[in-house]
């Protein structure tokens, strides 16, 4: 599972992304405002992904056209972008629209492509085909897909695995971003699915994770403190012990003694450890309960 913190962390990240406005359009349940400017390829497939959430088939085609009038190549670097490649088969595959250009522009892209980006565009050629439930795929890219588009044709089989697969493993799940937008995404879309949803994983999703997340912040905050305490008194018992017997040490001990302290590893450098005590002990709570 994914915490919200690490899911707010993860899209904060493209805040200075020109990504971002298609991003969030894709985990947005509410339909945004067309761009105006569409010599961009961003701002020309976040159109083609409102048109898709709106059902406008007329501006679908119109923006579908633009790019159409396009003549890609191996140095056209948008063919490479994985939003803009999705948002274009959507549009095709849902409205059955011509699929040549975009077959082309995927087999373009396909001869200098990582291994992940050639099984995206495995996945992409398989939706074109019709194969919603490919074996050999990244199927929560389908699963978007279906969800976007209203072409629903869900395998329990296929999103149980999947969702499986995606709760025991640490979030990034992947290292392309692409990837894990779709998987989140693809995870929303799984909880609302009513055959997937029973009534225990609801109360896990409303009330259970919210209420694990205060109690492990509450214990880690009162645990951390505890901590600090117990160091510092330490600290305090250490130095007091040391000036019992300090007759005893040599001057460059004494001075050694005195820097350490003005550092800031005496007592106030330990009650600075505080907040980086408390995230060390909810990773730790995280990791023994398997939440991500």
Known sequence: ?????????FFQSFNESLLKPLI???NSNVIGEYELDVNNATNLALNLLIAVKSDSKENAKKFYTLFQNRTPSRDSHW???????FCIVLVVVKYNLN???????IDLSMSV????DKKIRETFKNLIAGNY???????????????????????EEYINNLYSELWCTDFPFYEDDFLNVISLK???????????????????????IPSFENRVNLFANILSWIIIVLLTSFVFYSLWKLNQIE?????????LFFLVGISGVGVMGIIGWKKGVSKMIKIVINKMFLYK
């Open 24 to 26: 969030l359009e894709l």
């Open 133 to 155: 439930n490919s074996k050999n795929d990244y199927h929560q890219i389908s699963v978007v897909y279906q969800h976007l588009s209203g072409d629903i044709q869900y395998s």
């Open 113 to 116: 492509s990582s291994a992940v």
């Open 99 to 105: 699929t040549s250009w975009i077959s082309n522009v």
């Open 79 to 85: 063919i490479y972008d994985n939003y803009v490649v």
């Open 186 to 208: 693809a995870i929303e879309i799984s909880f609302g699915m009513k055959s997937f949803l029973n009534d225990r994983e609801k109360y896990i999703l409303r009330e259970f």
């Open 1 to 9: 599972m994914v915490s919200l913190e690490l899911q707010t962390t």
């Open 247 to 255: 007759h005893k040490f040599p001057d460059y001990i004494k001075g």
